[in-house]
């Protein structure tokens, strides 16, 4: 119920409205006014928002499961991360270009409100379901979130486009300031409310403080020694580090083409409207292929469950880094619509499983422990040290070359990487021999 719940930041404000929101307010008029106040893309400037959420949350989460390890709170920190997440949502409903930085922080905190639950949140699977169970129990909780967000899309979307049904107008005044665009910032309010209030079922079910440890002395210093130990007995593991380094890189992909698709969309793909011109993609297509991926990734989630079965987690995964290369050379080569709506039902078909078995992968090759949240914390840092990469390189290589094109020879590259890391990952866990301190 927690996948329910905050995979509605990962649609809404990630993925579907707020992106196209972001675009309409800041190029009004035609033109991009952001590069022509500040000398810098917007698009550039929004990926570097979301790079500098991941790198907060990567910065601060391993000192902070060590602490929660320690002390027993790991649903106390998940319930910080998910208030501060679903409030920053809410509050973008005043993101305006006379408030571009104050936008662009509730951007960085929403993600890294995200992005800092997930850390918490994770480290609960190996404390509620067996082993076996990891990839069922993990494919489950990407499925719900995806139905979960498509639920809260749709009626985002009946709003935005009908506002008059919800007794909406498109302005308002508010503070002595006139307000556009009501419905879309209305959307990024139900949100906060959505997350934050379903987030209660999973808060009120998970157990708390499983192995009754209590807070004792510094719990800082604690806390750093919980995770020094963690981090000893995670380099004695070669399986784990060599999954852990494929993760990352793969990773940096599939993290790229999530958080920036529409943007490449927006930029690159047309269609021919109802006079026969060619236009850029419009809003409705970029939603209809959206709701695509998340409602294939459904079938996607499950359908790597059985790969892993089939093949083990490790060949299921160089089927999907195998998939996302061959998506990469179609996204480089399509320009219409129509092929969109095909490569977004490849996307939304290898994400939800990547997705998914990435996550029990790793819970699967962990050693007997207990100090599940600093373990998931290195799993953590690298997915999101990985995006803030993805992202970036993403942002910086489109504000070098000027041409979105170019951004996909650098992720198709991230998955060619990622497939030969995952040959040389050892079939079973091999310690590794560390010399004495």
């Known amino acids: 119920m927690y996948d329910w719940a905050n995979s509605v930041y990962s649609l809404t404000i990630t993925s579907a409205v707020f992106p196209i929101f972001y675009a309409s307010v800041t190029h009004r008029g035609g033109d991009d006014q952001v590069l022509a106040r500040y000398g810098l893309p917007s698009a550039s400037l929004y990926s570097y928002a979301l790079s500098a959420g991941f790198l907060l949350i990567a910065l ?252 083990g987690n490790i060949g299921a995964l160089m089927i999907g880094a195998s998939a996302w290369i061959l998506l990469c050379v179609g996204a480089y080569t399509i320009h219409w619509a129509t092929e969109f709506y095909l490569l977004a039902s490849g996307v939304g078909l290898v994400m939800g499983g990547s997705q998914a078995l990435s996550r029990s992968t790793y819970s699967k090759f962990l050693p007997e422990t207990i100090d599940h949240a600093s373990y998931f914390s290195f799993y953590d840092v690298s997915y999101y040290l990985s995006t803030v990469l993805g992202t970036f390189a993403y942002g910086l290589v489109y504000q070098l070359t000027g041409d979105l094109r170019n951004t996909v020879v650098i992720i198709g590259s991230f998955f060619v990487v990622g497939l030969i890391l995952l040959f040389m990952v050892p079939s079973r866990e091999v310690p590794v021999v560390q010399a004495e301190e």
């Open 60 to 311: 601060i989460s391993p000192i902070l499961s060590g602490i929660a390890d320690s002390t027993g709170q790991k649903k106390a920190f998940l319930k910080i991360f998910c208030y501060i997440g679903a409030a920053s949502c809410a509050g973008l409903f005043f993101f305006s270009l006379d408030n571009l930085w104050t936008g662009l922080v509730l951007v960085m905190l929403a993600c890294a409100g995200f992005s800092g639950s997930l850390v918490f949140y994770d480290a609960f699977l190996p404390e509620i379901a067996e082993r076996k169970d990891h990839d069922r129990i993990s494919a489950r909780g990407y499925t719900m979130g995806y139905l979960g967000s498509v639920l809260l899309l749709v009626l985002n979307l009946a709003m935005v486009m009908n506002p008059e049904l919800f007794g909406l107008a498109n302005e308002m005044t508010l503070f002595g300031h006139t307000i556009t665009d009501v419905p879309a910032r209305i959307a990024f309010v139900t949100v906060g409310l959505w997350w934050a209030g379903f987030a209660q079922l999973a808060f009120r079910v998970l157990p708390d403080d499983q192995y009754g440890r209590r807070p004792e002395g510094n719990i800082i210093a604690n806390g750093y020694r919980e995770l020094r130990k963690t981090w000893k007995e995670l380099q004695s593991t070669k399986r784990l580090n060599s999954y852990l380094m494929a993760f990352f890189v793969l990773n940096m992909g599939i993290q790229t083409v999530m958080y920036l698709a529409v943007t490449y969309a927006k930029e690159e793909i047309k269609e021919v409207d109802a006079s026969g011109a060619v236009v850029p993609i419009g809003d409705a297509s970029l939603i209809l292929s959206i709701l695509l991926i998340q409602l294939v990734a459904v079938v996607g989630a499950f359908l790597f469950v059985w790969l892993s079965k089939r093949f």
